[in-house]
């Protein structure tokens, strides 16, 4: 079964150096295994937190995008969009900020960080705070949420946001009685190079210190040759481990070609000698996709093009999850109101319209070791199963549908389980009957839902 991958890429700068050889290189290659389906967006509306330039934010969009094309993604083996382009995304958004606790939001490092500098100058807490800033977490949820992604590879310092995106699916899964939510898990990429700039410290356009990553060649040339260098003459014996060019060269090069360079260092290699060295190293992997960075450039309605399409098959995903979730919260159709009569299969006797937020429901967690279980509610909160523990989420995910498409209880001498496949995944907490009468409303409302969801379109 293959997992999807979700990527987003903020539009509000040019791509360097760094950009390329820390997030587009890796995440192009890992696209083209069979097993994932890859998930890549232009996150404009994020970008609209933190920049009031509408000419930036459009010329950045193009810029990535060109990159991103010019680099060798495929827009026909992945799903390749603008945000924008997803009115799902903001209409989930809402949905999911109707339950999210503000003092989730409170805890979100960058909101603490704002208010905490505020209140070290004397200033009111919130001031220059805007509601985007405090709501990001939510949009970013949204992002990952509506298509079901299983990873999202991400810097450390945005791991609590892809916990955030967790607690909210899981809410939303708890408060309306089923998993309508898949729940990610961060993929923090510690083997992926970060480069260092011009000045030695990592290259970011905060320090002001990136290499452009489509300079022409002689620009190129000359922004390596200003890297900043010590002052070890030719033939002084210098140590690779602490150059910035060697840092910078072995991003690029193959094992063979790094351990030659390692040996040029070690041997009193000339800086000059050394920056010329990158230079060629960078210019001949990047050549070519320059040129189709170019040409790319000067099209913008091929570009638009991409992402037109990209966004009619990222949405035909959309679209068809949102009107799930319309339907979990109420935002129904009239026309076609009716009684819970699916109640009736399992002998109940219902004359109220559906009350969701009482049918049994499955919730998943975390437990303190790091792995991953469920339990099984009725619509009184009582404990009907207790999963037993899984290494991923993922896996906890495919046992919860097994047992709700084949609801496979048994007893044995130690008690009442579930069990796929021969293997123990669940424990009954009540009896036998009390759990599978909640199995089988469980499935009758699923199937109601769907057979009014089909009947309104």
């Known amino acids: 079964m293959s997992k999807r991958v979700l990527t987003g890429i903020t539009t509000t700068g040019t791509p360097h150096l760094g950009n390329y050889?820390?997030?587009?290189?890796?995440?192009?290659?890992a696209s083209e295994k069979d097993d994932v389906e890859s998930f890549f967006f232009l996150a404009d509306y994020h970008a609209l937190v933190k920049c009031d330039d509408p000419a930036r934010i459009q010329r950045s969009t193009l810029e990535i995008a060109a990159s991103w094309l010019a680099c060798g993604l495929d827009p026909e083996k992945v799903y390749f969009y603008r945000q924008s382009d997803i009115p799902e995304i903001p209409e989930l958004t809402w949905l999911l900020t109707c339950v999210t606790a503000k003092g989730l939001l409170n805890r979100a490092h960058a909101y603490k960080a704002a208010t905490d500098d505020n209140r070290g100058k004397g200033d009111d807490p919130d001031a220059g705070v805007n509601a985007g800033q405090y709501m990001y977490p939510v949009l970013m949820a949204a992002d990952i949420l509506l298509f079901h992604a299983n990873q999202v590879p991400v810097g450390r310092d945005q791991i609590q946001h892809i916990e955030m995106a967790r607690d909210i699916g899981q809410r939303f899964n708890h408060l309306y009685g089923s998993d309508y939510f898949t729940l990610p898990e961060a993929v923090i990429e510690d083997n992926v190079a970060t480069l260092p700039g011009l000045?030695?410290?990592?290259?970011?356009k905060s320090y002001d210190n990136t290499i452009p990553l489509w300079l022409p060649a002689k620009e190129l040339r000359k922004a390596i040759l200003g890297i900043v260098t010590n002052s070890q003459a030719p033939g002084e014996p210098k140590n690779p481990d602490e150059s910035h060019i060697f840092s910078i060269y072995q991003a690029f090069a193959d094992p063979l070609s790094t351990a030659m360079m390692r040996s040029e260092f070690e041997k009193g290699i000339a800086w000059g000698e050394a920056k010329e060295l990158l230079f060629g190293l960078i210019n001949k992997e990047l050549e070519l996709k320059r040129d189709s960075y170019q040409t790319l450039m000067g099209n913008p309605s091929v570009i638009e093009d991409r992402l037109q399409d990209g966004a009619a098959k990222a949405r035909a995903i959309?679209?068809?999850?949102?009107?799930?979730?319309?339907?979990a919260v109420g935002l129904r159709s009239l026309r076609h109101l009716k009684l819970l009569s699916a109640a009736a299969d399992v002998g109940a006797t219902v004359s109220a319209p559906l009350r969701i937020a009482k049918a049994p429901y499955f919730a998943q967690f975390k437990d303190e070791s790091g792995k991953y279980s469920f339990k099984f509610f009725d619509g009184d909160g009582n404990i009907l199963l207790l999963g037993v523990l899984f290494d991923s989420p993922r896996d906890a995910g495919q046992a919860i549908a097994t047992i709700k498409q084949q609801k496979p209880l048994m007893t044995d001498g130690s008690g009442t389980l579930a069990m796929i496949d021969g293997r123990v995944v669940a424990n009954l907490k009540l009896s036998k009957p009390d759990v599978q009468a909640a199995l089988d409303l469980l499935h009758a409302l699923e199937i109601s839902r769907r057979n009014a969801a089909a009947s309104r379109k």
């Not at 000045?199 to 970011?204: E, H, I, L, N, Q």
């Open 199 to 204: 000045d030695g410290r990592k290259m970011s």
């Open 21 to 29: 050889v820390g997030a587009i290189r890796p995440a192009i290659k």
């Open 318 to 327: 959309a679209k068809d999850h949102l009107e799930k979730l319309r339907d």
